[in-house]
C-alpha cells in the first residue's frame, strides 16, 4: 500500500471512482478482481492495462563497522491512456515513469534523495516479461533465481549495488486476492510482497565503497484507482521482527482524521500465513511530531501501535524513527512525503526493523485532495 | 616637476587652440569607433546564436549526435547502455523553425521572422534539477504556473522575448508557419525571465518533442541529446568516465563534444568572415594613422617656435621627444574613450547589416543590440593608444631633433634631407606584395581558412603604393610648366610643387591607401555581383520557385513534405519540376549540404556551371562495381576538403557508411560551407527523409506563372512562390545586405581620404603664413590665394586618386581571386565597375575641390603669428 505516487495522481482518479461497471473503469482500465490467478515471473513485470503500478523497496543495511543505513527504492507506472502498449517508442504517448531512490545514512544524520520523472520512449520502461524497470541510470531486474538486483544513484553522492534475494515467498494481501482501500469498486489493489529479502552488496558514498548486508521488503501493487473522494492521506508501515515474522499496516486517514474502515493490520506468520486485521483491532497513537522545514508538514514521526497478535497475545510496539530528517520534498512530484528508517521496540527493547511511510501531512496536499 | 612642464607644454596648446585639439582626438575617436562598432556588431551577431537552447536547458556539457541526419529515438537506449551507471542526465532535442508572418523587418510578407523552435522532453525536463541542483533548475517555470500539456499539437511556451515579438500574452493564439504547413498555435505560458537566460533575450519557442517531431514528420528521431553531468565534488570523477564510455562507441555512428566545443566550433564557422570584418576595420584604422601622423604633424609646425624655445633653454632633445610621446598618448586615450563611445552607439546599426549577413551565409541569429564588451573595448583602445603613440613617433623624433635656431626661424617640415629612400622601399613593398600572394591560407579549423598571404599582399601593396606615388609627386610640376604662363595661380602652385615637401607626399599617400581600399572593395563587389547575376542566369531557368516561408536562411530546418511536393510537381500546368532534398551534415567535423537533386534533367552544363565538368554521361544513381556512387562537389566543398574530380570519399550516413566519388566540380554562391549532390532518391533512402528543402517548376507553354503563383499561394500559406523575376530580386536584395558593412568601411575611406588631404593643406598654409602675407601685400585677393591653392590641393588629389585606382586594381585582384577565393571558395570572374570608379574619382575631385578652396579661402586672412 502506502505510496506518495497517489497523491500526485488522485486529482484524476477520484473523478474517476465515482462509478465503474464491470471490471473496468468508465475510461476504459481494468480493474483488478477477487480470486486473481498470477504467472510468474510475468506477473513480476508491468500490467498496462491498469493505469497505476509500482514497485516499492526499502530495506536497513548493516556495514562491517556496524555503520547502519536505511534506502527506499520506488519505480511507478502511470499509464496515459488505457490498453496503452509496453515498449513503444514514441515520446510519451502510453506511460509515465516516476521514480524516488534514497539513502539514510543513520549514524551521520544525513538523508540523500532523488526523483525522477520520465515518459516511455527510451530511458524508462517496465517490462511485461518480469521484474525489470528502468528509469534513467536506475534499474530493478529480478533475473530466472528470483534475485532481484537493484543499482542506483542519487545524484554524484550516492550509488547503490544491492543484490536482494527472497528468504521467504512473496504473499499477496488482501482478502481473496484482493486488496481494498474505499468503498468505491474501483479502489482496490492487487498487493504482492516480499515481506523479507536478504541482501548483500555494496553502497558508494561520497566516493567511498561501503561493503553492506541486510534485509529489506518489496511491495508490488497494481490498480487503476486506489483512494476514495474523502481519504486525504494515509500512514503506512512495514515491521521485519527479529522472530522472522512481519507486520504491514496501512491507516488510510477520512478528511475527518479518522482512520477510513478499510484500513489494515496484517500480520505474517514464519511460514507465510497472514492475519488481516481492521482499524477496530489496533490502536495507532501519536507521540511525537516533527515539522519539516521543508514543506512545514508536520509529521507524527513516533507513535506506538497496540492490540492482539493472531494468537491472541497483547502487544505494545513503539516505532521510533532512526531520526527525524527523512523527508522526501517532492521537488518533481510536488508532493512531499515522509519515508523513514525505523526501529521497533517492545518494553524499551528492539526486536525488528521497520519503514514507515507518512503522507497527507502537507496543508496543500490535503486542500488538492479534497 | 615633469608634470607641471607637461602641462604647460600641452595642455596650455590644447587650451588655445581648442580646434585643431579636437580635430585631432575626432580623428583618433573615429578609427577606434570604426574598429570597435565593427567587432562589436560582429561578436553580437555571431553570439545572437550561440546555441540558445543552451541558455534554455541551462547548458549540457556533452552533446551527443549522429555523424550525418537525425538519431533514430530506437538508438537513445543505446546510448545510456553505453554510459551504465553514470549518473547523466540526458536530454533529447529537436529543433524547427518557425516562420511568423508579419514580423519581418519589412512589410513584404516573405520576410516573415523566423524564430527557432525547440523540442524538449517537458517532463524529463524536470530531471535537470538533479543534475544542476535547485538554484539551477531548469524545470519548466512559468509566470502563471500553467498545467504543462505534454505532446499537445498547439501549446507553445515562449520567452519574454518571443512574446513581445508577437505581442501576445497567455492563451492568445497565433499563426505560425512550421515545415510547410501554416499552424495555428496558442500560448501555453510565458517562461519567467531569470529562470532562463534566453528567456530574457533570445526569441524562443518551446515545444513538447513529440509535437515538434510531429511538425517535422520525423515522429521518430530528434536531433541531439544534451548531457548532464551533476554537480558536486564527484563531478570531475564521473565526466572523466563519460568521457571514457563515449570514446567506446561506433564513431561511424555517434559524434559528440564538449559544449564549450561546440561552441568553439560555432564560432569556428564565422571565424574567416569575422577575421575579414576585423581586418577590413583594421585597415581603416591603420588610414586613420595617416590621419593622426598628419594632425601630430601640424602640431610639430604650429609650436616650432616654443620647441625652439624650450632647447634654448637647455631641455633636452630626449625630453621634447618624451613630451610629445606622452602627448600623443594623451590624445590616444582621449580620444579611444570617445570612440569606444561613438563605436558602441554605431555597433547599435551595424549589427543589423551583420546578422543580416550571418543570417544569409551561416545560421540564425536573432541579435539586436550589440552589448558593451570589455575585452573587445580594450583591444580597440589599445589598437588607437598604440597607432596614436606610432603616429606620433615621427612628429615626436622631428621636433626633438630639430636645432633651436632652425626651430624658431619656422622652417618648413620635411625640408630637411632623409636618408629614407621612398622610391626604393616602394619598390621592394611592391615586390613583397607580389610575393606574398602565393602564400598558401592558414587553417583554422576543418574547412575554415585565413587569407594570411592575401592581407600580407593587400598591406604592402598598399604601402609600396602610398610611398611610390609619393615620389611620383615630383613630375607635377612638370606637368604644370606648360600652362604656367596662363595664371599667376598655376605659377604659385606649379612652385609649391617643385618644393615638395614630407607632407605632400604623405598627403598623397594616404589617399592612395584610402582610395585603392575603397576602389578595391568596389571592385570585388562588381566581381561578385557580376558573377553572381551570370550564376542566378544559369541557374534560375524555372518559372516558380518554391519553399518554405524563410528558407533563405543557412540555419532554416523548415521543409516541404513529400506530399506538398509531390502534389505540386503533379499539377496540371508544370511540364517538369526539379526538386531539391538538401539535408545540412556534419563532414570531416565541419558543418556543410548534401544534395539530393530529384530532377528529369541530367546532370549536364544546362544544369550546372563546371569547373570541372564529368568526362561522360553519369548514372546517377547506380554504383559502380566497387560499390561507389557518384557525386558532384561544389568549389567551396572541393576547397574545404581538398577533393576534386576522381577522388573518392566516405560519407557517413544513418544507413551506414557509403563511398562516394566526385565525377565533377560546379560553381555554387548559395553557400560557404559548400556542396555535395548525390542523387535525389539515394540521399533520400539514406535519410529515411523524404522531405523537400526547395521546388522549382518549369510551366507548360503557354500556362501564366503569375496566376500559378497567386493559386499555389493560397493553396499553401506555408511555401513561398516566387516567380523567376521576383527570385532574382530577392537574391540581388540579399547580395546587397550581405555587403551592407563593405559599404559602410568604403565609404568611410573616402571620408578619411579627404579629411587627410584638409588636414594636410590646413599645415601647408599655417607654414606658409608669412608667404600668404606676401601674396596678400603685392594684391592676390582671397579668391586667388584659394584658387592657387585649390591647384595645388587638387594635383595632390589627383595623383592620389590615379595611384589608388591603379592600387585597387592590384587589390579587387587579391580580393577576388586570394582572399575571396580562400576563405569562401569562390571563383568570381573579376570586373571592373567602370561607372562607380567614374563616380568615385569625379566625388573625389570635386570633395577636393571643394575642400581646397575652403582651406585656401579662410587661410587667406592668416597672420604671421596667428596661433590656430
Known amino acids: ?370 | 616637476m615633469e608634470l607641471m612642464y607637461l602641462s604647460r607644454f600641452t595642455l596650455r596648446h590644447a587650451k588655445r587652440s581648442p580646434t585643431t585639439t579636437i580635430a585631432l582626438v575626432a580623428i583618433i575617436a573615429l578609427g577606434v569607433a570604426v574598429l570597435y562598432s565593427v567587432r562589436l556588431a560582429n561578436r553580437a551577431a555571431v553570439s545572437g546564436f550561440q546555441l540558445f537552447t543552451q541558455s534554455l536547458s541551462g547548458g549540457g556539457d556533452l552533446i551527443v549526435s549522429t555523424p550525418s541526419g537525425k538519431i533514430p529515438t530506437s538508438k537513445l537506449p543505446e546510448l545510456r547502455r553505453a554510459l551504465g551507471t553514470l549518473p547523466v542526465v540526458m536530454l533529447p532535442v529537436v529543433e524547427a523553425t518557425a516562420a511568423l508572418p508579419g514580423t519581418g523587418l519589412d512589410s513584404d510578407d516573405f520576410d516573415a521572422k523566423q524564430i527557432t523552435l525547440v523540442g524538449l522532453d517537458l517532463m524529463a525536463l524536470r530531471n535537470l534539477s538533479n543534475a544542476r541542483g535547485s538554484s539551477g533548475v531548469i524545470t519548466l517555470q512559468t509566470q502563471d504556473q500553467a498545467d504543462i500539456q505534454l505532446g499537445a499539437n498547439d501549446q507553445v511556451y515562449l520567452t519574454q522575448a518571443a512574446a513581445e515579438l508577437l505581442s501576445v500574452d497567455v492563451g492568445d493564439p497565433f499563426n505560425a508557419i512550421i515545415g510547410d504547413q501554416s499552424r495555428t498555435l496558442k500560448v501555453a505560458a510565458i517562461l519567467i525571465p531569470g529562470e532562463l537566460d534566453a528567456g530574457k533575450k533570445e526569441s524562443v519557442f518551446l515545444m513538447d518533442l513529440p509535437a515538434v517531431q510531429r511538425f517535422t514528420d520525423q515522429p521518430n528521431a530528434v536531433d541531439r541529446v544534451d548531457l548532464f553531468v551533476p554537480e558536486g565534488s564527484a563531478r570531475d570523477q564521473i565526466m572523466e568516465h563519460v568521457l571514457e564510455r563515449l570514446e567506446q562507441l561506433d564513431s561511424q555512428q555517434w559524434v559528440w563534444m564538449r559544449s564549450d566545443e561546440q561552441r568553439q566550433a560555432t564560432q569556428a564557422m564565422t571565424a574567416a568572415f569575422r577575421m575579414n570584418l576585423t581586418i577590413l576595420s583594421g585597415l581603416s584604422l591603420i588610414v586613420g594613422l595617416y590621419l593622426i601622423l598628419q594632425a601630430l604633424e601640424a602640431a610639430v609646425v604650429r609650436r616650432r617656435s616654443e620647441i625652439g624655445t624650450l632647447r634654448a633653454l637647455g631641455f633636452t632633445p630626449q625630453w621634447i621627444q618624451r613630451m610629445w610621446l606622452i602627448e600623443s598618448v594623451l590624445l590616444g586615450s582621449i580620444g579611444s574613450a570617445l570612440g569606444l563611445l561613438i563605436g558602441w552607439l554605431l555597433a547599435q546599426g551595424t549589427v543589423q547589416a551583420i546578422a543580416r549577413t550571418v543570417n544569409a551565409l551561416y545560421m540564425n541569429t536573432t541579435a539586436t543590440a550589440a552589448r558593451w564588451d570589455a575585452q573587445e573595448a580594450t583591444l580597440a583602445a589599445l589598437m588607437g593608444i598604440v597607432v596614436s603613440l606610432l603616429a606620433g613617433w615621427v612628429p615626436a623624433k622631428d621636433a626633438a631633433s630639430t636645432p633651436p635656431i632652425q626651430a624658431i626661424r619656422q622652417e618648413r617640415l620635411g625640408t630637411q634631407k632623409t636618408h629614407f629612400n621612398h622610391t626604393k622601399w616602394g619598390l621592394l613593398l611592391a615586390a613583397f606584395a607580389w610575393l606574398a600572394h602565393f602564400l598558401p591560407p592558414v587553417e583554422l579549423a576543418v574547412g575554415n581558412r585565413f587569407p594570411l598571404g592575401g592581407y600580407l599582399s593587400a598591406l604592402f601593396a598598399l604601402t609600396g603604393a602610398a610611398m611610390l606615388s609619393g615620389s611620383l609627386l615630383r613630375s607635377a610640376p612638370i606637368l604644370l610648366s606648360p600652362f604656367s604662363a596662363l595664371s599667376a595661380h598655376l605659377r604659385i602652385a606649379a612652385g609649391q610643387l617643385k618644393r615638395l615637401t614630407g607632407r605632400h607626399r604623405l598627403t598623397v599617400a594616404g589617399m592612395v591607401a584610402a582610395i585603392g581600399m575603397a576602389a578595391g572593395m568596389d571592385i570585388l563587389i562588381h566581381s561578385f555581383e557580376q558573377t553572381v547575376t551570370n550564376w542566378i542566369g544559369h541557374t534560375l531557368k524555372a518559372d516558380l520557385f518554391v519553399a518554405v516561408k524563410g528558407v533563405e536562411n543557412a540555419s532554416n530546418r523548415n521543409k516541404m513534405s513529400e506530399k506538398t511536393w509531390k502534389t505540386l510537381k503533379n499539377d496540371p500546368n508544370v511540364e517538369s519540376a526539379d526538386i531539391g532534398h538538401i539535408m545540412p551534415i556534419s563532414f570531416k567535423g565541419a558543418p556543410t549540404f548534401l544534395v539530393g537533386m530529384r530532377s528529369e534533367r541530367e546532370w549536364d552544363g544546362n544544369q550546372f556551371i563546371w569547373i570541372e565538368a564529368p568526362d561522360r554521361k553519369i548514372n546517377r544513381s547506380q554504383p559502380d562495381p566497387s560499390g561507389t556512387y557518384p557525386a558532384l562537389i561544389s568549389e567551396s566543398f572541393s576547397q574545404r576538403y581538398a577533393l576534386r574530380s576522381g577522388d573518392t570519399l566516405e560519407l557517413p550516413t544513418p544507413d551506414g557508411v557509403k563511398t562516394l566519388r566526385v565525377k565533377g566540380l560546379f560553381a555554387d554562391y548559395g553557400n560557404e560551407r559548400g556542396s555535395l549532390v548525390v542523387d535525389s532518391d539515394l540521399v533520400c533512402n539514406w535519410f529515411n527523409d523524404r522531405r523537400a528543402l526547395n521546388f522549382a517548376a518549369t510551366l507548360k507553354p503557354g500556362v501564366n506563372p503569375e496566376e500559378v503563383r497567386n493559386q499555389w499561394s493560397k493553396d499553401y500559406p506555408g511555401l513561398t512562390v516566387r516567380t523567376n523575376r521576383a527570385l532574382r530580386a530577392e537574391v540581388i536584395t540579399i547580395f546587397n545586405q550581405t555587403f551592407a558593412v563593405t559599404h559602410a568601411l568604403k565609404a568611410i575611406g573616402i571620408l578619411v581620404a579627404i579629411a587627410g588631404l584638409a588636414l594636410a593643406l590646413f599645415s601647408l598654409v599655417m607654414e606658409r603664413r608669412r608667404e600668404l602675407e606676401v601674396q596678400r601685400e603685392i594684391g592676390f585677393s582671397r579668391r586667388d590665394i584659394a584658387s592657387s591653392l585649390t591647384i595645388e590641393g587638387l594635383f595632390m588629389s589627383l595623383y592620389g586618386l590615379l595611384g589608388g585606382l591603379i592600387i585597387s586594381i592590384w587589390l579587387g585582384y587579391i580580393l577576388v581571386f586570394v582572399i575571396n577565393k580562400q576563405s569562401f571558395g569562390w571563383t568570381l570572374a573579376f570586373g571592373l565597375p567602370a561607372g562607380n570608379l567614374w563616380l568615385l574619382s569625379a566625388g573625389i575631385i570635386v570633395a577636393s575641390i571643394v575642400t581646397c578652396y575652403s582651406v585656401g579661402y579662410w587661410s587667406s586672412t592668416l597672420e604671421a603669428d596667428k596661433e590656430v
Open chain 1, 1 to 370: 500500500m502506502h505510496r506518495c505516487f497517489i497523491a500526485t495522481i488522485t486529482t484524476l482518479i477520484v473523478s474517476l471512482n465515482a462509478w465503474s461497471q464491470m471490471n473496468y473503469t468508465e475510461d476504459g482500465y481494468r480493474i483488478p478482481t477477487e480470486f486473481p490467478t498470477f504467472t510468474f515471473p510475468r506477473d513480476h513485470g508491468s500490467h498496462p492495462d491498469f493505469r497505476i503500478e509500482w514497485w516499492y523497496i526499502t530495506g536497513h543495511l548493516h556495514a562491517e563497522n556496524k555503520d547502519r543505513y536505511g534506502f527506499q527504492a520506488t519505480f511507478f507506472r502511470y499509464a496515459l491512456k488505457p490498453n496503452a502498449a509496453a515498449g513503444s517508442d514514441q515520446f510519451g504517448d502510453e506511460h509515465i515513469y516516476m521514480a524516488h531512490m534514497a539513502l539514510s545514512d543513520i549514524d551521520q544524520k544525513a538523508f540523500y534523495h532523488e526523483e525522477r520523472l520520465n515518459r516511455d520512449g527510451w530511458d524508462a520502461f517496465c517490462s511485461t516479461e518480469r521484474m525489470e524497470m528502468q528509469n534513467g541510470n536506475w534499474s530493478l531486474v529480478q533475473d530466472a533465481e528470483n534475485q532481484i538486483e537493484l543499482i542506483a544513484t542519487i545524484q554524484e553522492e550516492v550509488q547503490l549495488n544491492l543484490t536482494l534475494d527472497p528468504a521467504q515467498p512473496h504473499v499477496t494481501f488482501g482478502e481473496n486476492g484482493l486488496s481494498k482501500k474505499g468503498a468505491e469498486t474501483s479502489a482496490c489493489s492487487w498487493y504482492i510482497t516480499y515481506p523479507r529479502l536478504q541482501i548483500v552488496g555494496d553502497i558508494i558514498l561520497n566516493n567511498k565503497s561501503i561493503p553492506v548486508e541486510g534485509e529489506a521488503w518489496m511491495d508490488h501493487e497494481i490498480s487503476s484507482s486506489q483512494l476514495s473522494k474523502t481519504q486525504v492521506g494515509w500512514d503506512w508501515l512495514s515491521v521485519r521482527f527479529d522472530d522472522q515474522t512481519e507486520l504491514m499496516l496501512y491507516i488510510l486517514r477520512d478528511e475527518d482524521g479518522n482512520p477510513d474502515p478499510h484500513s489494515k493490520l496484517v500480520w505474517i506468520s514464519v511460514d507465510g500465513k497472514l492475519t488481516h486485521m481492521g482499524p477496530d483491532d489496533f490502536s495507532w497513537n501519536v507521540l511525537r511530531r516533527w515539522k519539516s522545514p521543508n514543506s512545514q508538514s508536520n509529521y507524527p514521526v513516533e507513535t506506538t501501535l497496540s492490540g492482539l497478535r493472531p494468537d491472541g497475545s497483547p502487544y505494545q510496539l513503539l516505532i521510533k524513527p532512526l531520526f527525524d530528517e527523512q523527508e522526501l520534498t517532492g521537488e518533481l512530484g510536488g508532493i512531499a512525503y515522509w519515508e523513514g528508517a525505523c526501529d521497533i521496540l517492545e518494553k524499551g527493547k528492539v526486536v525488528g526493523e521497520a519503514y514507515m511511510e507518512l503522507t497527507g501531512y502537507n496543508e496543500s496536499l490535503e486542500s488538492q485532495l479534497r
